[in-house]
């Protein structure tokens, strides 16, 4: 089994979430994308983010209506700070027959030497699948001198370019402009049922 580990802060999920993971699915020929959301995401140590609880309701909802997709909550059984390396490791012991994928975007691959541990987190994946980016070149003669065998692993996919952020979400949200459809429709009715960011304003 092939599975794609696609983790985030997801607050909130967006159709740019859904689109990623779906076509990562059909272009990797993943069986399975595991939304992996992170209570306690190690980048974001002080900065203010919703409950994880709220983001889980969020991130289920998204997540609901494809086959394919599926939320794990392994970050939740662990303390945090929550690293990939260690994030791969659980689920390897979960998954024990299956080549793990983990899913990111190219600024995300530029960035993988500060990654915690990277060479550990490249040596626990099958592959790393990327999304292009243009405005994110990655330079991988560089990366493959940093973290040797990184090329054989990355493979790269496309996906239609949605300008669309979780930061940008919440402000529209907090500032009462619509996003309605910036958002899967369940993740919306959940995001005005609970009132969400608009105590940002």
């Known amino acids: 089994m092939r599975i794609g580990v696609f983790g985030g802060t997801f607050d909130p999920p967006h159709i740019g979430h859904q689109i990623l993971a779906a076509d990562a699915a059909a272009q990797l020929a993943l069986d399975r994308v595991l939304w992996v959301l992170t209570p306690t995401p190690p ?119 949605v300008d669309i952020s979780a930061s940008d979400i919440r402000a529209r949200a907090a500032a009462g402009q619509p996003y309605r459809y910036l958002v899967p429709p369940a993740v919306f009715r959940w995001m005005e049922r609970l009132q969400l960011y608009r105590s940002l304003s």
């Not at 991130?59 to 662990?78: G, I």
């Open 43 to 161: 980048h974001k140590l002080g900065s203010s983010i919703s409950a994880d609880r709220t983001r889980l309701r969020l991130v289920r909802a998204a997540a609901a209506d494809n086959p394919l997709f599926e939320v794990s909550t392994v970050e939740f059984e662990r303390p945090g700070p929550h690293f990939a390396a260690d994030t791969l490791a659980a689920l390897a012991l979960r998954y024990p027959q299956a080549e793990l994928f983990y899913l990111m975007g190219g600024d995300s691959l530029r960035d993988l030497p500060t990654w915690h541990e990277p060479a550990l987190f490249l040596q626990r994946c099958a592959g790393v699948g990327v999304m292009r980016r243009p405005e994110a070149a990655v330079d991988m003669r560089r990366l493959e001198e940093v973290l040797p065998g990184i090329t054989a692993k990355v493979q790269f996919f496309d996906t239609p370019l």
